[in-house]
T-cell receptor, first 114, second 112 residues
Framework: ETGVTQSPTHLIKTRGQQVTLRCSSQ?????VSWYQQALGQGPQFIFQ???????GRGNFPPRFSGLQFPNYSSELNVNALELDDSALYLC?????????????FGPGTRLTVL | AQSVTQPDIHITVSEGASLELRCNYS??????LFWYVQSPGQGLQLLLK??????LVQGIKGFEAEFKRSQSSFNLRKPSVHWSDAAEYFC??????????FGAGTILRVKS
């Protein structure tokens, strides 16, 4: 059974650019949640996708957007990057969209915005 | 709004000593509570969770946690710490149906 994978591992962008982060969910999981973890802080919920539809969103501006594909993999897109977007971005997959469904996290993508 | 407080940013314990990491939550309804561990370069791994029933829950790697509604706490414990337990620990509450709200984490250092 393959776990949750994320790509790329690291990337560096400059302010104003756009970035796409990718997540492959664990086999059999139909839900992906994205979190932002700034240095020294706990993860913050960005949004969740359940069966290709957005299923809840945290307090993030519209320049954070996402997609989920028919194979349940997912992308996080961030437009007009700001310095404060520098963080570790985590995705988590689960069997369903309820908080009682255990979320399995990937290793994350470290984004640095210069 | 839901929130989680982990009062200790860093904790250092000797190998073989007992451990308790503190977690306080704020949530209006019956909370769903979680503890995760994060090692450098790794994602978060679920240690244990509490939804209902017995307030003392057992998890992986010898960890346990106790839910105390009167104190709004969900402290994590381990009777004997191993050097491999050095990591960052996050308490989280399930909120709004499908999202987790995390505390800021406690970094555990184990000295030999």
């Amino acid at each position: 059974e393959t776990g949750v994978t994320q790509s790329p591992t690291h990337l560096i962008k400059t302010r104003g650019q756009q970035v796409t982060l990718r997540c492959s969910s664990q086999s059999g999981h139909n839900t992906v949640s994205w979190y932002q973890q700034a240095l020294g802080q706990g993860p913050q919920f960005i949004f969740q996708y359940y069966r290709e539809e957005e299923n809840g969103r945290g307090n993030f501006p519209p320049r954070f957007s996402g997609l989920q594909f028919p194979n349940y993999s997912s992308e996080l897109n961030v437009n007009a990057l700001e310095l404060d977007d520098s963080a570790l971005y985590l995705c988590a997959s689960s069997l369903g969209g309820s908080v009682t469904d255990t979320q399995y996290f990937g290793p994350g993508t470290r984004l640095t915005v210069l | 709004a839901q929130s989680v407080t982990q009062p200790d940013i860093h904790i250092t314990v000797s190998e073989g000593a007992s451990l308790e990491l503190r977690c306080n939550y704020s949530y209006g309804a019956t909370p769903y509570l979680f503890w995760y561990v994060q090692s450098p370069g790794q994602g978060l791994q679920l240690l244990l969770k509490y939804f209902s029933g017995d307030t003392l829950v057992q998890g992986i790697k010898g960890f346990e946690a106790e839910f105390k509604r009167s104190q709004s706490s969900f402290n994590l414990r381990k009777p004997s710490v191993h050097w491999s337990d050095a990591a960052e620990y996050f308490c989280a509450v399930g909120a709004g149906g499908n999202k987790l709200v995390f505390g800021a984490g406690t970094i555990l250092r184990v000295k030999s």
